[in-house]
């Protein structure tokens, strides 16, 4: 059937060509300027949800040894809820880590570092008999694990490990702080070895008393920073090498021809005499 419709002219059919060409390139420049809006948006989302996250992370971090207060190392670290200011751990009558044992008691510090073999032979000599006074009420000991020897584990800083599990220890489990201090030594590794393993150290923990729980946690890194800040202090504090022993805050002498010198601390009973002494 014929068309009642008029033609168009060739100049007409080009005009309504283009004009459709336009009207296509118009609703693409839409979309693409729609795509865009979106796409802007999205990331200034993602952007916005990153920072968050960044923020949460950055409120959450542990500081590392670059942020503490060279003055004050200490400051701001989470330290375990027995410990000192200083860093130290103090136990008393009742063997339990935090405690003391009263205003009269002598105060016994010592400076620790978990793989020095320095510190196994004055534990060896001395252990016993700074156990029994403290059963007794004579004397407080601060133990202060610190980590001097890293460098000598082969890179698995061992020191600081098991100073740090020390330092969890005291935290969560503080009736059995002295009991895996003293396995700590009685199974100590070499020097320049790579130590122990943090499931060996665990082990050590279970067998000293601390429940599996407790013990399963060691490895955390909790306190890992604690150790560095508290290794800090030490240095601040004057000790520069381990074992450091302190009588009521002073490094115990002997005197010999007039002349006084440290007294001897790997064999049995100087110690005990020097304390004795400061007892009255």
């Not at 865009?36 to 959450?60: D, F, H, K």
């Amino acid at each position: 059937m014929p068309s009642n419709a008029p033609r168009l002219t060739k100049a007409q059919e080009r005009d309504a060509a283009r004009q459709k060409a336009l009207q296509l390139r118009a609703a693409q420049e839409k979309r693409a300027r729609r795509s865009r809006i979106i796409g802007i948006s999205g990331l200034v989302v993602a952007l916005a949800i990153l920072g968050v996250v960044v923020a949460m992370i950055l409120s959450n971090a542990k500081p590392t040894a670059a942020d503490l207060d060279p003055k004050t190392p200490l400051k701001g670290v989470t330290a375990p809820t027995t410990a000192t200011d200083k860093g130290g751990i103090p136990v008393g009558t009742t063997g339990v880590a935090g405690t003391t044992s009263g205003t009269k008691a002598v105060t016994v510090t010592v400076y620790y570092d978990y793989l020095c073999p320095y510190c196994e032979k004055f534990e060896t000599a001395n252990g016993p008999v700074l156990d029994s006074l403290m059963k007794s009420g004579d004397v407080t000991v601060e133990y202060h694990p610190i980590s001097f020897l890293d460098s000598s584990s082969q890179g698995s800083r061992y020191s600081t490990r098991t100073a740090a599990a020390a330092a969890y220890v005291a935290d969560a489990d503080p009736s059995h702080f002295v009991a895996f201090h003293e396995a700590l030594y009685k199974d100590q590794p070499a020097e320049n070895t790579s130590g122990k393993t943090d499931a060996e150290i665990a082990q050590l923990a279970v067998g000293a008393g601390v429940p599996q729980a407790v013990a399963d946690k060691l490895a955390s890194g909790k306190f890992t920073t604690w150790v560095t800040a508290a290794t800090a202090q030490a240095q601040l504090d004057g000790v520069n090498a381990t074992p450091t022993v302190l009588i009521n805050g002073k490094a115990p002498t002997t005197t010999t021809g007039g002349t006084a010198a440290p007294i001897d601390l790997y064999t049995a009973g100087p110690l005990e005499a020097a304390i004795r002494a400061a007892l009255g």
